[in-house]
């Protein structure tokens, strides 16, 4: 029932409120910078009659004061899953450009240090030697060029190799991060549910939560599954990553080298079982490891099969200056085992059998010969539209992403002016139920030591 003394509690009960208003607008203000903190939030909740109604008397109190409620994380679980998904889009889309770049740059095309430069240098060298067929330094010049021709081709194909090599390296050390970020997260689960049980506050926790979750969403592209104990699942394409306290291991198989790429394509396995990884860096790097580099290789390799066979049969069909016919040119059938099979300048090939060795009939047709140039334009052409189109669709991510995390920071993040405001309003609440107390201390002393007295 109300009374005198009820104010005291009133006033008690604003103080303790508004120290915890206090208490968190702080907290917020000193975490402002720390990443992956939510922004907390008290609300008041009035206290008024008692929910159970006694049975001889009533309640006839008023302003009963107030009481903090529970202090509340503010995040939007929607948009939390909408950024792990955008996340795990971008992660995939800026780990294949980085590579294809890469990769892009090694080729030099257009550049007068590219195969295209080197190829139509050689076919000009057989021109050369049709205009004079006779000369040594025209044939010498011949040689040197093919010699470049085949340091071209061989440069792009390590390149190539190299970039897969370091892209096999990547594709394990995110497969050991995968691991470890899972058992954290597994951990981590078990501190949760101590802490549901428990009913104390858990919003740090929630907030390594959220950071573990989203790092796995951007490794891996997991689906994460928030359950009511505030604990957290994640499955990769069906397959359990992190259940309970429970974390899988995470492991990259396949060749060791891109020579056995294509007998033994690389994998991703959970727990042994091999997955599907279509999105997150892991995804991005598999997708580079079995697609853009084995394939890029595949189709340098035919072009060069093609310059070989091209060269060396016409080749055959001709003679040297000797008048014997025309030998091997080249020799391998891949970029990386190509070779000059030719080192005399005097057996190059330039005359058509039974015509004499200054002839120029097969040189002119060596040197009006594709040998291969239009396979090569197709295959630059193409790996430079794949590059764009990755380039393109990174971008256009990276800003839907962006717009996704300013959505969450709009929600969850600090903003010094706002925890400020809240700060002081909290500060003049705790003044005003000091003035409640002291005005109460007042009466009490005109109640007890004053009353009765005559002056």
């Avoid at 005198?4 to 509690?9: E, R, V």
């Avoid at 279509?278 to 390799?301: C, F, K, M, N, Q």
């Avoid at 790996?383 to 991510?397: D, I, R, W, Y």
């Amino acid at each position: 029932m109300s009374g005198t003394l009820s104010s005291l509690n009133t006033a008690l009960s604003a103080l303790r409120y508004n120290q915890v208003a206090m208490d968190v607008a702080s907290g917020n203000i000193a975490n402002s910078a720390t990443p992956g903190y939510a922004r907390r939030s008290v609300v008041g909740q009035t206290t008024g009659a008692p929910a159970v109604p006694a049975i001889w008397s009533r309640w006839d109190g008023a302003g009963s004061g107030v009481q903090a409620g529970p202090v509340t994380r503010m995040v939007d679980p929607l948009l939390d899953a909408r950024a792990r998904t955008e996340h795990a889009r971008s992660s995939f889309l800026d780990a294949r450009a980085t590579s294809l770049a890469r990769v892009e740059t090694a080729i030099g095309e257009p550049g007068d240090g590219g195969v295209a430069a080197a190829l139509t240098a050689f076919q000009q060298a057989w021109h050369d030697v049709s205009n004079n067929p006779g000369d040594s330094s025209a044939r010498t010049q011949l040689l040197s060029r093919a010699e470049s021709l085949r340091s071209a081709i061989a440069a792009q194909a390590t390149s190539v190799s190299t970039e897969w090599s370091d892209q096999r390296t990547r594709l394990d050390s995110q497969a050991a991060e995968v691991t470890a970020v899972a058992g954290q997260l597994a951990d981590l689960n078990r501190g949760l549910r101590t802490a549901y049980v428990g009913q104390t506050d858990a919003g740090n926790l929630l907030d390594q939560r959220d950071q573990l979750t989203l790092r796995l969403a951007e490794l891996t592209g997991a689906q994460v599954t928030i359950k009511e104990d505030s604990t957290a699942d994640v499955t990769l394409n069906g397959q359990s990553l992190v259940s309970g306290y429970t974390a899988a291991t995470v492991a990259g198989t396949g060749s060791a080298d891109l020579a056995g790429a294509a007998s033994n394509p690389v994998g991703i396995t959970v727990n042994g079982v091999p997955v599907s990884v279509t999105a997150g860096e892991l995804g991005g790097t598999v997708s580079l490891l079995r697609g853009d580099l084995p394939d890029y290789a595949a189709r340098l390799d035919s072009f060069v099969s093609e310059m070989v066979t091209s060269v060396n049969t016409q080749h055959a069909a001709g003679v040297d200056l000797a008048g014997a016919t025309g030998g091997t040119f080249f020799t391998g059938t891949g970029a990386l085992t190509l070779q000059v099979a030719l080192t005399d300048p005097r057996k190059v090939a330039a005359a058509a059998a039974g015509v004499g060795g200054l002839d120029n009939t097969n040189a002119t047709a060596l040197a009006t010969m594709d040998l291969g140039a239009s396979s090569y334009r197709n295959l630059v052409t193409s790996f430079g539209v794949s590059v764009a189109s990755t380039n393109t669709a990174s971008t256009s991510q990276a800003t839907l992403t962006s717009q996704v995390d300013a959505s969450r920071e709009a929600v969850a993040g600090v903003n010094v002016d706002e925890e400020m405001v809240a700060l002081m309003a909290a500060q003049r609440g705790y003044e005003g139920a000091a003035r409640v107390l002291t005005t109460m201390d007042s009466v009490l002393d005109t109640l007890i030591n004053r009353t009765g007295l005559v002056h």
